[in-house]
């Protein structure tokens, strides 16, 4: 996998070149690219305010209806959520076909549960286990997988956690209030407009003989992305 980064070394003039490269798909999806240099301290209201006047000027032409951009923010912000990631991992613990076909192919695999679309079309789940343990980020923007966690998180796109999570991921990960074990290997994930990755926390001691249902309810959102772990089972609801 080319873009995996290991603690200690980020090469972002690749990620950059594969990023911002030649495909505008992601700009047709209402990705937000925007060809900004690297200085991210005063780029929100900016960008705010660019999406804002391109929106007014799609709907000025005659391009955009507004109604269908409310309807796509308000699908990917209360309809999808993570709740698909969730069913994907619970299933992928419950069910050890589907964890492998998961590994092997995650697009395809979370296609066949019906999750599919913006921002989700290329998929690569990374397995947590003893040794190693996955954390997702965009060091560039914030691509993130729409399709299986909805929309991402104000942190996942903050300044900070972009540039912190490649160089101190064990110190993001202590503010999250996930501790790693000193010897086990931490992986960093770049996201890109091309792929986009799904965290498979490892699973809960003390679940055997849960149904995917009972499980999925141990899976949050941040133990998808790398920077929390699923609950316990004593957390969950009865
Ligand atoms: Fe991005």
Redesign the pocket.
């Known amino acids: 996998m080319s873009n995996q980064h290991s603690e200690h070394e980020h090469n972002e003039q690749d990620h950059g070149e594969r990023h911002h490269g030649t495909n505008d798909r992601a700009h047709d999806q209402g990705h937000d ?1 925007d060809g900004h240099d690297h200085d991210h301290g005063s780029e929100l209201p900016e960008m705010d305010l660019r999406v804002r006047a391109l929106e007014s000027l799609l709907v000025e032409k005659g391009y955009v209806d507004p109604k269908a951009l409310d309807i796509i923010i308000q699908t990917y912000e209360s309809k999808v959520g993570p709740r698909n990631g969730a069913r994907v991992v619970a299933k992928a613990w419950a069910d050890p076909a589907f964890r492998d076909w998961l590994l092997r192919d995650a697009t395809a695999a979370i296609a066949s549960l019906g999750y599919t679309g913006r921002q989700g079309e290329h998929m690569v789940a990374l397995e947590n286990t003893e040794r190693v343990h996955n954390m997702v980020v ?1 060091t ?4 993130y997988p729409w399709a299986v966690l909805g929309l991402p998180p104000v942190w996942y796109k903050s300044a900070p956690y972009r540039s912190r999570a490649v160089i101190d991921p064990r110190g993001v990960l202590d503010e999250f209030g996930v501790k790693v074990a000193e010897d086990k290997e931490l992986r960093v994930w770049d ?1 890109t ?1 091309e792929i986009r990755y799904l965290v498979l926390p490892q699973r809960p001691a003390g679940t055997e003989g849960w149904s995917a249902d009972r499980l999925e309810q141990l899976v949050t959102r941040d133990s998808m992305i790398g920077t929390g772990l699923p609950l316990s089972p004593a957390d969950a609801k009865p």
């Not at 560039?140 to 691509?143: A, G, R, V």
């Open positions: 690219h965009c560039l923007c914030s691509c996201s407009a």
